[in-house]
């Protein structure tokens, strides 16, 4: 049973626009969240996280966004560039004491 | 930066035979982990290892067996391959806990005939 869902499995948007990737978990006890991106032939990379304590996490032009009551989690990248168009995976952790489990990924294209 | 390497990067070979790919990590850390990653089902969690001979099974094990006789080592061996193994086999360390950062190597690219 998938406990952590990306439903999306791409995503087309114009450069200098937003760019939302979704992702929804089902485990209550997950507490951690992170994403991580990746290139084609590259392994992925760590992009952000965020604790359950907090509801938002911004670096840059990446934004986290956490909503516990639903089960949600979003990350908002703006502008998106060229350069965004990658994987991007989902990854949800309990407490440090289990392993991640990661989505099945979104595929980001930004259209110059 | 290489601190941590995956050999080989692209293997072929046939079913039955045994396989085994190689995790090397220069940073010490004290977690390491294997994963498939396969179209339609993202990252695939087979195997992970806490300590020097310390590992455990994670969601698809089946199949797979790891060893870590050295913190820098982490080997996956296929005992007999299957079809169902051709994928993309990433590597990866974490210093701190199952929460921390994980960094990933490049990956292995593994065809079974």
């Known amino acids: 049973d998938q406990q952590v869902k990306q439903n999306s499995p791409s995503l087309s948007v114009q450069e200098g626009r937003i760019s939302i990737l979704n992702c929804d978990y089902t485990n209550s006890m997950f507490d951690y969240f992170l994403w991580y991106k990746k290139y084609p032939a590259e392994g992925p990379t760590f992009l952000i996280s965020?604790?359950?304590?907090?509801d938002k996490n911004e670096d840059g032009r990446f934004t986290v966004f956490l909503n516990k009551s639903a089960k949600h989690l979003s990350l908002h990248i703006v502008p998106s560039q060229p350069g965004d168009s990658a994987v991007y995976f989902c990854a949800a952790s309990r407490s440090g004491n289990t392993p991640l489990v990661f989505g099945k990924g979104t595929r980001l294209s930004v259209i110059a | 930066d290489a601190g941590i390497t995956q050999s080989p990067r692209h293997k072929v070979t046939e079913t039955g035979t045994p396989v085994t790919l190689r995790c090397h990590q220069t940073?010490?850390?004290?977690?390491m982990y294997w994963y498939r990653q396969d179209p339609g089902h993202g990252l695939r969690l087979i195997h992970y290892s806490y300590g020097v001979k310390d590992t455990d099974k994670g969601e698809v094990s089946d199949g797979y067996s790891v060893s870590r006789s050295k913190t820098e080592d982490f080997l996956l061996t296929l005992e007999s391959a299957t079809s169902s193994q051709t994928s993309v086999y990433f590597c990866?360390?974490?210093?701190?806990?199952?929460?921390?950062?994980?960094?990933f190597g490049p990956g292995t690219r593994l065809t079974v005939l």
């Open positions: 990866a360390m974490a210093s701190g806990g199952f929460s921390d950062t994980q960094y």
């Open positions: 940073e010490n850390h004290r977690y």
């Open positions: 965020i604790s359950s304590i907090k």
